[in-house]
């Protein structure tokens, strides 16, 4: 054996991230001149002219190191939400939190890592990574959050509880109310992590996230991010809101500048644009709301969503209808690494590209 193959078991069983496909791909692969993306969960009106002028401004100091721990950024964050800004971490993408979480807090070779089945896998990657034992537990038949597995999965070692809401692929949201009983139930030494990566897109924000109880409860933490509501998805740019001891703690363990400056320039910016971020939320729930008619029109189930997708059920095969709908320059995202065979996932996108793929979707229905 090669001594440089010579590596980790865990590292040695990981598998490449698989990206959903790209609008060139498609292009190139059918011969099309128009495809429509709808399969990332990406911005439907794109970055913000204000950002896009931000990030152009961002290229004069590109020389120059951004400061460690992006004060301002934190600070502008922060006022944002209503927190103390010791609470605030920036990373490349919420991923970096979730990675730095799972670095720092469980001890290798004792704790574990608590999650629902399917899940972001992210949590699972990174915790194997790290040398922690990963329990998944099943969601039930209606996607909802099976509450009380969850709790039974966890012990005194149990070091992280992962949680996603709204979830993805299922768009479902769990209630504060809930969220809190939950957090109330955990073993002493359990942090448990809200994914609040689609939180804007709920109907009523306060009625599904603990951002603003943060102070009653010392064992929660919410990781958010800048790429869907606010469209910056290619800056790498999230963060998490944390206990200030931890934050402090998973500051030193950061990389330094992680954080570069057309994302903090981009952040900052995207932060003052209220404007856009408004018409990005209007868009997206009043077309989730049309989409979610029409498709059940169409025969298709459809999962009632919180988050800016929706996962339904075709009346025909899920697999048949990803590929003719490729085939007619519409990509959406097909479920089955997440176990749903029979189920499909799209993004809500602008009113033109949502009526494209509804449009496609009835050609290959009937």
């Known amino acids: 054996m090669d001594p440089l193959l010579d590596i980790r078991e865990e590292a040695a069983a990981f598998t490449p991230y698989v990206a959903g496909l790209s609008i060139d791909e498609i292009k190139n692969r059918y011969g099309l001149t128009n495809v429509v993306k709808l399969a990332s969960n990406e911005n439907p009106l794109g970055t ?4 896009k002028k931000a990030v152009a401004e961002s290229a004069e100091f590109a020389f120059r190191y951004t400061r460690h721990g992006n004060p301002e950024l934190n600070a502008a964050i922060a006022g944002h939400l209503g927190v103390d800004a010791a609470r605030v971490v920036c990373g490349n993408g919420s991923d970096e939190i979730i990675d730095l979480l799972c670095r720092v807090k469980p001890r290798p070779g004792l704790d574990n890592v608590v999650a629902c089945k399917p899940c972001f896998s992210m949590y699972r990657s990174q915790t194997l990574l790290a040398g922690a034992e990963f329990r998944q537990v099943p969601i039930k038949d209606d996607f909802s959050f099976d509450w009380d597995g969850l709790a039974e999965a966890c012990d005194d070692n149990t070091a992280l509880v992962f949680v996603t809401s709204p979830d993805n692929p299922s768009g479902y949201a769990a209630t504060a109310g809930e969220l809190a009983a939950f957090a109330r139930r955990l073993p002493p030494r359990a942090l448990l992590v809200v994914d609040e990566a689609y939180v804007d897109f709920c109907d009523e ?17 919410v990781t958010r991010t800048f790429s869907k509501a606010y469209g910056l998805a290619g800056l790498r740019l999230g963060y998490g809101v944390l206990p200030p001891a931890l934050a402090e703690k998973l500051l030193a363990c950061q990389i330094p500048f992680s954080v570069n400056q057309a994302a903090l320039f981009g952040g900052l910016a995207a932060l003052e644009d209220t404007v856009h971020l408004g018409e990005t939320l209007r868009v997206t729930r009043t077309e989730r709301e049309r989409l979610t008619r029409e498709l059940t029109a169409l025969g298709c189930r459809v999962q009632p969503s919180q988050a800016n997708f929706l996962l339904f059920a075709p009346p025909k095969s899920a697999k048949r209808v990803f590929e003719d709908l490729l085939a007619r320059g519409v990509i959406i995202r097909p479920l089955a690494s997440y176990g749903l065979d029979d189920s499909l996932r799209v993004s809500i996108g602008r009113e033109d590209e949502n009526t494209t793929f509804l449009q496609a979707l009835k050609g290959v229905l009937a």
């Open 48 to 51: 913000s002219p204000v950002v």
């Open 205 to 221: 924000l306060d009625a599904f996230s603990l951002i603003n109880r943060l102070d009653e409860f010392p064992n929660v933490a």
